[in-house]
């Protein structure tokens, strides 16, 4: 049976981007060279513009954090055959200002959502929005969404509502099978690839069940897939580079 491998990274959040998760990662993606590479959302953080945001994060400049968004993407999207871009709630927090009534803020989203994009055509990558219907991308029988869930059973809801699913947003790696008379329906969360503590955190217990890896797997020429979880233990991940089927 003829299998491509992809590989879903997620929760990247610009210059929140963990270095070392980044250093291995790129080092893993070489050697794994999947044709199907998936961005599953929060490419960026933009913590400066997003509702209820602090007086100290209003006044964040978001150049740096832009910059390596966009570096991350151009490093990710560089190889790869089939390639997506899954905006997150914290990416659309750049096209909801396209309705501000402010004109400067209006006008430098007008200019940057522009610029993301093209940039993406650019590199062959196709963009979904952050919807709850209309951001679910389907390759084969693998379904792939940001997330609209969190908590402890953000991964059961994700798996109630979408069936087999790979998920963002909520950071943490759960597995969850959901009975179904034709066999459990499984959900999986990718976990992040951002620093686990950050200042909008720090009191917040449920940020102990975060963890840093990825998704990555092979996708059947008829649509079945097998998926695996990277995750970080210590200062290492321990992946696969090659698969085979028996």
């Known amino acids: 049976m003829k299998a491509r491998r992809f590989v879903i990274a997620s929760d990247t959040h610009g210059d929140q981007l963990d270095p070392l998760v980044e250093k291995k990662f790129f080092a893993w993606l070489k050697d794994w060279n999947p044709e199907i590479r998936i961005h599953g959302g929060d490419l ?7 509702n209820g945001a602090s007086q100290e994060e209003k006044s964040m400049s978001m150049a740096d954090d832009y910059e390596a968004a966009m570096d991350f993407a151009k ?17 659309q927090r750049l096209w909801d200002l396209l309705d501000k009534q402010d004109g400067v803020l209006r006008d430098f989203a007008e200019q940057k959502t522009k610029e993301i994009e093209k940039k993406m055509r ?4 196709k963009m979904l929005p952050y919807d709850a219907r209309k ?13 609209y869930k969190s908590g402890i059973n953000a991964t059961r809801q994700h798996a109630t509502i979408y069936r087999n699913c790979i998920h ?3 950071h943490a790696q759960g597995i969850v099978p959901v009975e179904n008379l034709d066999g459990p329906a499984l959900a999986m969360g990718t976990g992040c690839m951002c620093v686990i ?26 649509g079945t897939y097998q998926a695996f979880q990277a ?16």
């Open 231 to 246: 995750k970080r233990v210590g200062d290492s991940f321990t992946v696969a580079s090659n698969v085979k089927t028996y």
């Open 135 to 147: 951001g679910v991308l389907k390759i084969g029988k693998m379904q792939v969404i940001h997330g």
């Open 122 to 125: 650019a590199w062959g990558v």
């Open 75 to 91: 490093r990710f999207f560089s190889g790869g055959e089939t390639k997506w871009y899954l905006k997150g709630n914290h990416c």
């Open 168 to 170: 963002g947003h909520d």
């Open 197 to 222: 503590d950050m200042p909008y955190n720090s009191r917040q217990t449920n940020k102990l069940r975060h963890q840093q890896g990825w998704v990555y797997g092979v996708l059947n020429d008829d």
């Open 44 to 50: 960026f953080d933009f913590a400066a513009i997003r």
